[in-house]
């Protein structure tokens, strides 16, 4: 095979100018640090560390989103507890007011305490994070969701709450919207509610009763008649009669699967109601107690009943903010947990990575010393036969 001198100068210098560029590719890497510069040094790899590093970046994100809303759902929880804490100061209230030997004047003293309570409890709903965002406003976050006016106070935020990524496959909320927290209350013991009626005059007083059996319960309001003080009936919103018997105080009357306690003397024609709970806000709980605590013309029987259910209400909504305190704990968890797992993720991620994108330092020194050594073999043998000639022979 013949081999012509243009034909071995251009493989020759071809050779020496892809040494040569090996050689800046790896002095580039060495100052850099960086393996791969761009795609074409490994088109494979470089894909997967673009891949991997669109996952750290979500995964970062995921962290971010994590960490704003543990600050504040632990707003939230220190917001709920200085609510129950409220409502539990209310409570007392209402039990020290519930005494007969107080006047009108001492109990609506009582009653301006609770007044105070009342627009505390508004304060600690309207409350905001760091940024100055409602709370309990659920998806309207700029609009203050309570406003107060005297006794009554409405809500004007959003039911819908914000859903918050904190992981490829996990959403949780960012919030509790103010309905379900401070309005949406089931009523009196969450089935039904009682209540004296407004001409007794019997001394008799009602309890807030309880579910006997709750497949018996037949949503309706009923009417408990006393003929005389010691017999009743029990009539359905039709007049039909569901019940009656003989009462002796302090006596239980029972009825459709249900337990009223009824105690004291009660008149001829005396009458108590047992109607479905519904619900009642928070704030209607404390004004009703107001209303109940300045009234002066209410029966000690009437007063003592109402009193009764505001503390049945009381509860029930110190019940449900330790429910929603219970379900921000556990979102406070998942948190903790997904941002663990992110940490951990990341980590791993980083260092794949590395060790795809990153420069061995010790191997890339080796590989250009050799890479030096062959340019300079291939130099110093492209000069000793870039000068054999024919004519060296002919002597």
Do not use: C
């Amino acid at each position: 095979m013949r081999i012509s001198t243009v034909g071995f100068q251009t493989d020759a210098s071809n050779q020496m100018q892809a040494l040569e560029a090996e050689i800046a590719q790896t002095q580039q890497q060495l100052s850099t640090g960086i393996k791969l510069q761009n795609a074409a040094d490994d088109p494979a790899g470089m894909a997967q560390v673009d891949q991997l590093n669109a996952q750290i970046s979500a995964s970062q994100q995921y962290q971010t989103n994590g960490n704003t809303l543990n600050a504040n759902l632990q707003i939230e929880e220190q917001s709920l507890t200085t609510a129950t804490s409220t409502m539990q100061s209310a409570r007392d209230l209402a039990l020290e007011a519930n005494n007969a030997a107080l006047t009108s004047s001492q109990r609506q003293d009582i009653a301006t305490q609770v007044q105070q309570l009342l627009q505390q409890l508004v304060s600690t709903a309207n409350s905001t994070d760091s940024n100055g965002n409602f709370l309990f406003s659920g998806e309207a976050t700029a609009t203050q969701p309570f406003a107060q006016s005297g006794t009554a106070v409405t809500y004007n935020g959003s039911n819908g709450v914000s859903q918050v990524q904190i992981s490829p496959n996990q959403r949780i909320s960012s919030g509790d919207s103010g309905a379900s927290v401070f309005v949406n209350i089931p009523g009196g013991n969450g089935t039904f509610t009682t209540a004296v009626g407004a001409g007794n005059t019997g001394t008799a007083t009602i309890g807030p009763g309880t579910v006997v059996n709750a497949s018996q319960w037949v949503p309706d309001t009923y009417t408990i008649s006393f003929t005389d003080p010691t017999d009743y009936t029990v009539t359905n919103s039709e007049g039909i009669t569901v019940g009656g018997g003989t009462y002796t105080s302090p006596g239980t009357i029972a009825f459709n699967g249900t337990s009223t306690t009824i105690t004291g003397t009660p008149a001829a024609g005396d009458t108590f109601t047992v109607a479905p709970a519904g619900t009642s806000s928070a704030f209607n709980t404390l004004s009703s107690l107001i209303t109940t605590l300045n009234d002066p013309s209410l029966t000690a029987a009437q007063l003592s009943t109402q009193i009764g259910t505001a503390v049945e209400q009381i509860d029930g909504a110190v019940n449900n903010f330790n429910q929603v305190q219970a379900s921000v704990g556990a979102r406070l968890n998942a948190v903790t947990a997904a941002n663990t797992t992110a940490q951990s993720t990341q980590t791993s991620m980083t260092a794949t990575v590395s060790s795809l994108q990153n420069v061995d330092y010790a191997a890339a020194t080796t590989q250009l010393s050799t890479q030096e050594l062959a340019l300079q073999a291939a130099q110093e043998s492209y000069a000793s036969i870039a000068h054999m000639s024919l004519f060296q022979y002919l002597q």
